[in-house]
């Protein structure tokens, strides 16, 4: 919302991205809209179009829309408008018979529309590929992208309150899409996750990117979902469907369903980046659920290993704050060997940077020794950090690193950097 708020009236489209149902339509529609009323903008001035409801689907067509939206704020130039138009991806491409036929899109029009001086835009969509895989070059390069995730584990706490570790221990079970507050019913909001899944993301990737083997898709989320947390590359993922399905998976295909997952937003890719030679792998990477709660609706609750949900969980709260998150590599040379050691992540927030590991438990010498190795062999003096489920307070050590516990971390009660 703050974002948004200091996005106002920056000539540029305010392009509102995130997987669906995860409260974008609420953000913009209600949220933002009342701030806009309390700001003295009257109702007249706001023009809300959803496009998923039945009474606007005329304006599907790219050209109708412009040209609606043209007569309002042409009428009444000295007046300030907004528009706030849902589920942008649900448009189509018209053919504009004053231009001889030629094709239009949505892009087209909301760039015709954003030069009028008195009209500020705001779209929404749940699929990267949408809005186009390259949403700058769409808008020519003057767009404002604005990321939505599911609930963070301190928004969803605010809310139920009551024992922290509890609520930790649900968030990690149910995750943080917005509908399960208003549900009570564990059953019920298994049922609903799994819905979602199976009912809408599935279904809208395999329409949208024209999914031949909707079979081989599930394989591979089946496959991600087990794995999180763990490098993997298309190569390996085809390999292992091959052994499990007994019949040989192409790995560009496997390679495209993922990129289709994760232009809708369900899954996330951190890459490799080698902290001594400053340069990134092309594989293996890893890969990330948007919402746990999918994740485990996905493998029917089936598979609940807390270390790699806890990584997701620290790796999801990073890149909702907006830092750049990758997977670190550092050279062992001891003994003349050359061993590569992985640091879960490298975060950068412009000029600065932090080492985190992701350690559910150390309460053994062998396991300290191991979770902190890494970090010593980085030599550099950028702060290092080690978040642990097995802690009530946060504390430094004698080398200077820092162990947080989870809670702390989840809940804002230290400073990163």
Not at 93 to 122: F, H, P, Q, R, W
Not at 128 to 137: E, F, K, M, N, P
Not at 325 to 341: I, L
Request: hydrophobic share 35%; with cysteine; charged share 25%.
């Amino acid at each position: 919302m703050n974002k948004i708020v200091r996005a106002m009236w920056n000539g540029e489209i305010k392009v509102i991205t995130g997987l669906r149902r995860c409260g974008k339509s609420v953000l913009l529609f209600e949220l933002f809209y009342d701030y806009l009323l309390s700001q003295g903008v009257k109702d007249e001035q706001i023009v809300r179009i959803a496009l998923d409801q039945r009474r606007f689907y005329r304006y599907r067509n790219p050209i109708v829309l412009c040209e609606s939206v043209e007569s309002l704020i042409q009428k009444e130039s000295k007046k300030r408008f907004y528009l706030l138009l849902d589920e942008v991806q649900m448009t189509s491409t018209a053919l504009d018979g004053e231009s001889g036929g030629i094709s239009v899109t949505v892009y087209d029009m909301l760039n015709e529309l954003k030069a009028y001086k008195n009209l500020d835009v705001y779209v929404t969509g749940s699929n990267s590929r949408g809005l186009s895989s390259d949403i700058a070059t769409e808008f020519r390069g003057r767009a404002t992208q604005i990321r939505v995730y599911p609930l963070s584990f301190a928004e969803l706490y605010s809310h139920v309150g009551g024992d922290e570790r509890a609520a930790l221990d649900r968030y990690m079970l149910y995750g943080g899409m917005p509908r399960l507050l208003s549900l009570d019913d564990e059953k019920d909001k298994k049922d609903y996750l799994m819905s979602l899944y199976n009912e809408l993301y599935l279904k809208d990737i395999a329409e949208r990117n024209g999914v031949e083997r909707e079979d081989l898709m599930n394989g591979i989320l089946d496959y991600l979902a087990s794995q999180i947390g763990s490098l993997t590359n298309p190569t390996a993922v085809a390999n292992a469907l091959t052994s499990m399905r007994r019949e040989k998976v192409n790995p560009s295909l496997v390679s495209n369903y993922i990129q289709y997952s994760l232009d809708s937003f369900l899954i996330s890719e951190a890459k490799r980046f080698d902290v001594k030679g400053k340069s990134y792998f092309k594989y293996p990477n890893k890969y990330y659920y948007t919402d746990l709660g999918l994740r485990n609706a996905r493998l029917n609750y089936r598979q609940f290993d807390p270390g790699h949900i806890m990584e997701n969980v620290i790796y999801n709260e990073l890149v909702r704050r907006g830092y750049s998150v990758d997977v670190g590599v550092v050279s062992d040379r001891a003994g003349g060997g050359n061993v590569r050691k992985e640091i879960d992540f490298v975060v950068n927030d412009t000029n600065r940077r932090i080492y985190i590991q992701s350690a559910l438990r150390m309460d053994m010498e062998s396991k300290t020794s191991s979770e902190l190795a890494s970090l010593w062999l980085t030599n550099d003096f950028f702060k290092k950090i080690v978040i642990r489920m097995d802690l009530l307070h946060s504390y430094y050590d004698e080398n200077g690193i820092f162990h947080c516990a989870l809670g702390d971390f989840l809940l804002n009660r230290v400073e990163l950097f």
